[in-house]
């Protein structure tokens, strides 16, 4: 029984779901106590042992339902005969389950046949009909096509008969059971490697070139990425207490020191937040990279309290409270609506931004932009980019484009640049998180 | 064995019931396993769902003391887990000057009123001195207690690690007196908003549960239990309407605790049915943010509708 509950957790683990070995163990001796038998009583008290978060409950449930309809019948119907495991000559067993057997009795089949080709070692899905195959085979699949086709070389030219007939549909039936069933279980025993391997090409491809449809994965990617940089950052401001001596805890303190002030205290005033401004430029050039830029954008609002965010191909407007209040799809939609597509204008945008929160920026803000620097041979005003660069403690101005592509054409990067802290090359998620990093690390 | 569980569930589900707390089955669930396996729980939920009411509750239950850790920022050891009356130490060090000299009166060099004085140093740090803060009283008591250590996301990441001894061993380690462990081990509970991720470690030493607002069933049942004088009809449209509330967007969605202060709220004001103006009226006292209150001032005249054909539903069949 131990078995069932390893690869359970295995199962979760596949879903994302962390579980350590301490964990296990409590699940185990739960299950010592609860037992099998009853499967909602064993749900609810797996829930509470082992996923720790909401979203980890919900992937459970999900889990549980999918994994446990199996295993418990699998366990309680131990009684019934083992089928399939001699094939006679004259018709073979597979037919006579086929024909005769239950619903039950093929599902069960199929599940015996799925433990002796150790479906759970499944990784990939490619493997998926390698798998189907083998499980047919074990059941014997050879054997009633050999039956099938004797049976139509005997009625020569005749219509098929009757048996032949319901034969051959079941026999469909149960390939397509079969590969419903590697499905189910490849969701749940393989594709850890797999969707690893899947987040590692996402990491390191360039942005613009990911599918629309991978939209979901790459959010749940990013955000997760942006929740660790704020996860890291904000421990690591906590090493920088410093303050005005509390003079009340440092007496009551040094009692013990004969009221000699020794141990002193600091009453730390608390650190402002860092303030951040981005500003992203969702105009028609960088259209690909928009959308990824956004996403961040908004993961980033989701986990940095005070971060204000900005968007414009040629107005600039603010788009922090769209963001704060509405989900990822809308936010975006409405965000490249409202401002996207439009030809690009950055001295426009500047002006804008300055006099929207020039008075904003200072010596603890750093603003981020979100560009190509194309600029259509329109005016720069990069005076502008001066006054800013000024004020703020950093600017740091992140390009999607290759930097053998960087002052080329209209772009006018070299002039931006030159009050920029920091110019960086942005155009996969990994070189974005690089980015990011320093920016929080240096930003807080 | 296997009905053993199912039916100390059960015995918690109605003991807690008979404290006016009903709870689902998965909390009831929660409780028996913490008590079983001797785990704390990490209770975690959208605020004014119950989780500290819930950790009061079992402590009527068990019959045992309640012990409660408020959590805050700047949460030290000394203010947690125990700390040495310095106040008391000098006092008594003055106090006993006289016989000090007693004692070390006779003794010829150094060495010898050294070790004379070893002994005292032993009486200024004993039991007698220790000022025993919430986590240690938790584990000194006889009966066993309840501990509920409150809104553990409001106190610093250096307070997580202080926890991990106690929950998982139940013993404290205190240089000048060795390690303290627990009599009988106490019932744990944590409460957190989910102000703050809380870390791994923390949570792996814990059971996990998670209390959602509760469906229209238990809701129902809940005001029952808390405001018993209400009437069936009104208090059907109230839980149908709060429940209908929930269903909006808003910054804060009204709790458990909000949907008891409405029902004695309508019971004040002697009201019978619930109509438009009524609950537009009283609507500050089930949301606390205007903007809520605009938002859901303009569905009030759905919401009311809805929940009186619900129960008037109800009542046809």
Request: net charge negative.
């Amino acid at each position: 029984m131990e078995r069932v509950l390893t690869d359970f957790v295995k199962a979760l683990r596949n879903a994302n779901v962390r579980i350590s070995p301490a964990e296990t163990l409590d699940a185990m001796s739960v299950v010592n106590d609860v037992g099998y038998k009853d499967k909602e009583l064993l749900k609810r008290t797996l829930s509470i042992v082992l996923p720790k978060t909401p979203e980890e409950k919900d992937k459970f449930d999900i889990c549980f339902d999918s994994f446990f309809t199996d295993e418990i019948k699998e366990s309680t119907d131990q009684s019934t005969p083992e089928l399939n495991k001699t094939p006679t000559n004259t018709e073979s067993n597979l037919a006579k389950t086929l024909l005769d057997g239950s619903q039950g009795e093929i599902m069960l089949a199929i599940a015996d046949a799925a433990e002796e080709s150790e479906i759970r070692e499944i990784k990939y899905f490619t493997q998926r009909s390698v798998f189907t195959r083998r499980i047919l085979e074990k059941m014997g699949i050879g054997q009633l096509e050999d039956e099938i086709l004797q049976m139509g070389s005997q009625g020569e030219g005749d219509a098929p008969s009757e048996l032949e007939k319901k034969l051959r549909t079941e026999l469909t039936g149960l390939r397509e059971r079969v590969s419903d069933y590697v499905q189910q279980q490849f969701l749940l025993h393989g594709d850890v490697s797999g969707e690893q391997l899947r987040e590692q090409v996402f990491k390191s491809m360039n942005m613009a070139q990911i599918d629309r449809s991978y939209m979901q994965e790459v959010h749940s990617l990013v955000r997760r990425m942006a929740k660790r940089l704020a996860n890291m950052h904000s421990r690591r401001k906590k090493n920088y207490r410093r303050g005005k001596l509390d003079i009340r805890k440092t007496l009551s303190d040094n009692w013990k020191n004969q009221g000699i002030l020794f141990d002193l205290s600091w009453s730390y005033k608390k650190v402002d937040r860092p303030k951040i401004l981005v500003v992203c430029d969702v105009s028609g050039s960088v259209g690909a990279y928009a959308r990824f830029m956004l996403m961040f954008l908004f993961s980033l609002t989701e986990v940095v309290s005070k971060l204000r965010a900005f968007v414009f191909s040629s107005n600039l407007g603010e788009v922090t409270q769209d963001f704060k209040e509405a989900n990822l799809e809308p936010a975006i939609e409405k965000a490249l609506q409202k401002h996207g597509g439009g030809s690009t204008d950055y001295g426009q945008a500047l002006s804008d931004f300055v006099s929207l929160c020039l008075d904003d920026i200072d010596k603890k803000t750093t603003v981020v932009i979100l560009g190509d620097a194309r600029n259509n041979f329109g005016p720069e005003k990069s005076h502008l980019m001066k006054l800013i660069f000024e004020r703020a403690k950093q600017v740091y101005w992140l390009n999607p484009e290759g930097k053998y592509r960087w002052n080329t054409g209209d772009s006018v990067m070299t002039n931006y640049s030159a009050y920029c802290t920091k110019v960086f090359q942005c155009g996969t998620i990994d070189q974005l998180e690089r980015v990011i990093a320093t920016l929080l690390k240096t930003a807080i | 064995m296997n009905e053993g569980p199912q039916k100390l569930i059960d015995e918690i589900t109605e003991g807690f019931s008979k404290h006016g707390y009903i709870c689902s089955e998965q909390i009831a669930t929660a409780v028996y396993l913490a008590s079983q396996l001797e785990k704390p729980i990490l209770i975690e939920g959208p605020p004014g769902v119950g989780k500290t009411e819930l950790a009061n509750t079992a402590a009527l239950h068990f019959n045992q003391e309640i012990i409660r850790l408020q959590c805050y920022e700047g949460l030290d050891e000394s203010k947690a887990l125990y700390e040495w009356k310095y106040g008391k130490q000098i006092l008594y060090t003055q106090i006993l000057k006289e016989q000090m000299q007693e004692v070390l009166e006779g003794a010829k060099g150094l060495k010898e009123s050294l070790s004379r004085l070893v002994d005292f140093e032993d009486i200024f740090f004993s039991e007698d001195f220790l000022e025993t803060r919430p986590l240690l009283q938790a584990l000194s008591t006889e009966n066993g207690a309840v501990l509920l250590i409150d809104e553990v996301d409001k106190a610093d990441e250096e307070f997580e690690a202080l926890l991990l001894e106690i929950l998982s061993e139940f013993q404290i380690s205190i240089p000048e007196l060795g390690v303290k462990k627990a009599t009988v081990k106490p019932l744990v509970m944590l409460t957190s908003n989910n102000s703050r991720e809380i870390g791994d470690a923390l949570k792996r030493r814990c059971l996990h549960l998670y209390i959602p607002f509760p469906d229209a069933n238990l809701e129902k049942q809940i005001v029952l239990a808390r405001v018993p004088e209400i009437a069936d009809s009104l208090r059907k449209q109230l839980v149908d309407f709060v429940q209908g509330i929930r269903e909006l967007d808003l910054k804060k969605q009204p709790a458990i605790s909000e949907t008891i202060d409405w029902a004695k709220t309508l019971i004040l004001l002697n009201s019978e049915e619930l109509d438009v103006k009524l609950a537009t009226d009283t609507l500050n006292v089930l949301l606390k943010h205007q903007q809520d209150i605009e938002v859901v001032a303009k569905e009030v005249p759905r919401l009311i509708s809805d929940a009186l054909g619900s129960s008037n539903g109800k009542s046809l069949n």
